[in-house]
């Protein structure tokens, strides 16, 4: 069975929106894109190499395909794997894309998603796509969430825990700081919440 690996840079107060460029993702009025970039530095370009170079697929909501599919193409160096990597797309309106190799999904997006968990192949990485996340973690499909966890508040912006988070355990797998204050944590699936009293 493939997992569905969350990977996501992600605020201290939650929020992913537009962490790679100030115009990536302005949409609600976000002034904040690209507050990655203060904070970068090689121990992080290291542990985003070592995902980057990983055997995957993708799997993307639509907005998230529409920024990438311009760009990664051009960028073919920085990151083969997304090059050769199939493409699931979540998308009730996009059929199709010249990004390729593509694969659009629509309908019951959560049950297809399902059934590509459990054929075989690459795990399923999740960059971006917020919206998708949130149907993800309402049907519990996310088995690993890696974090990039940046030293700021944003205040505003689409959160990564929002309306389909569910009660959920999760185990640390690893973890690191760098040196600019970024916590990188793999966090993986661990069952129901236990509960008990001090």
């Known amino acids: 069975m493939r997992k569905i690996i969350v990977l996501e840079h992600v605020s201290l107060d939650g929020v992913i929106q537009a962490p790679g460029g100030p115009d990536e993702d302005n949409s609600g009025g976000f002034a904040y894109g690209g507050w990655e970039a203060p904070y970068s530095d090689e121990i ?3 542990l985003l190499s070592k995902q980057m170079n990983m055997p995957f697929d993708l799997l993307l909501g639509r907005k998230t395909y529409e920024i990438w599919a ?7 160096d920085v990151w083969p794997g997304a090059i050769k990597a199939t493409k699931y797309v979540a998308s009730n309106t996009m059929t199709s894309g010249e990004w390729q190799p593509s694969v659009f999904l629509c309908g019951d997006i959560a049950e297809k998603i399902t059934q590509i968990k459990q054929q075989q ?3 399923l990485h999740v960059w971006g796509s ?12 996310i088995d690993v969430f890696w974090l990039m966890i940046y030293p700021i508040t944003l205040g505003s912006g689409k ?3 929002a309306g389909g988070t569910i009660p959920a355990a999760f185990k640390v797998m690893e973890s690191k700081v760098t040196p600019n204050g970024v916590i990188v944590v793999n966090y993986e699936r ?7 009293s001090l």
């Open 44 to 46: 992080l370009g290291t």
């Open 70 to 76: 311009p760009y990664w193409p051009q960028h073919a």
């Open 121 to 123: 192949g690459p795990d």
């Open 130 to 141: 917020g919206d998708l996340i949130q149907t993800l973690m309402k049907r519990d499909l």
């Open 159 to 161: 959160r990564l825990f």
């Open 190 to 196: 661990a069952g129901a919440i236990t509960i008990g």
